[in-house]
């Protein structure tokens, strides 16, 4: 069955350096979607692509984040300079259409230091 | 702005009882949903419910759903051990949208 994979499972950085986290959503989504989950709290939306662009992007993403699917099947979120408040589970998810249900990644555990 | 909230955040279960959780929602949901987490792992889909008074069964748990009182429940059926996981529910106001999530409830149940 297919699924939403994302690497790397765990990641460690310093504050202030850049991360990338990848995912890769099922080939024939169209839809696609980053949250995150700070330890023991819900899961919040950061932002939605659809048609190679931003479709929608919550407060908590600001100037420090960026998304991009460079390659056709890659759907990467960049956090420029990390802070600890960074420190989250980043879950991406994707869906073949509107009207469809979102799959959710394995998710990637980000500790900022 | 659809705000989602849980109640109760926490559900100490005895085996063989039956619980139930509430998810409220402040205005119209395109959809709501039912996944569960276990600790440190994704979010497995549960149910996906679509219109006023759909109910879904599987095994132990059964979620309904009531848009006029903008409320969808999760009823646990004769609790084991194995439902013990963070419960969450979610809306999205249309098609297409972010999902917006409650608080989630911590299910842990007891022998």
């Known amino acids: 069955e297919p699924e939403v994979t994302q690497t790397p499972s765990h990641q460690v950085t310093q504050m202030g350096q850049e991360v990338i986290l990848r995912c890769v959503p099922i080939s024939n989504h169209l839809y696609f979607y980053w949250y995150r989950q700070i330890l023991g709290q819900k899961v919040e939306f950061l932002v939605s692509?659809?048609?190679?662009?931003?479709?929608?992007k919550s407060e908590i993403f600001d100037d420090q984040f960026s998304v991009e699917r460079p390659d056709g099947s890659n759907f990467t979120l960049k956090i420029r300079s990390t802070k600890l408040e960074d420190s989250a589970m980043y879950f991406c998810?994707?869906?073949?259409?509107?009207?469809?249900?979102?799959?959710f990644g394995p998710g990637t555990r980000l500790t900022v230091t | 702005e659809l705000k989602v909230e849980q109640n109760p955040l926490f559900l100490s279960m005895q085996e063989g009882k039956n619980y139930t959780i509430y998810c409220n929602y402040s205005?119209?949901?395109?959809?709501l949903y039912w996944y569960r987490q276990d600790p440190g792992k994704s979010l497995e889909s549960l149910f996906v419910?679509?219109?006023?008074?759909a109910v879904k069964q599987e095994g132990r748990l059964m979620a309904s759903l009531d848009t006029k009182a903008r409320l969808s429940t999760l009823h646990i059926t004769a609790a084991v051990h194995d439902l013990s996981a963070t419960y969450f529910c979610?809306?999205?106001?249309?098609?297409?949208?972010?999902?917006?999530f409650g608080g989630g409830t911590r299910v842990l149940v007891k022998p």
């Open positions: 419910l679509l219109s006023n008074g």
């Open positions: 692509f659809y048609n190679n662009e931003i479709s929608e």
């Open positions: 998810a994707s869906k073949l259409g509107s009207n469809y249900e979102q799959y």
């Open positions: 205005t119209t949901s395109d959809r």
């Open positions: 979610a809306g999205n106001k249309a098609a297409g949208n972010k999902l917006t």
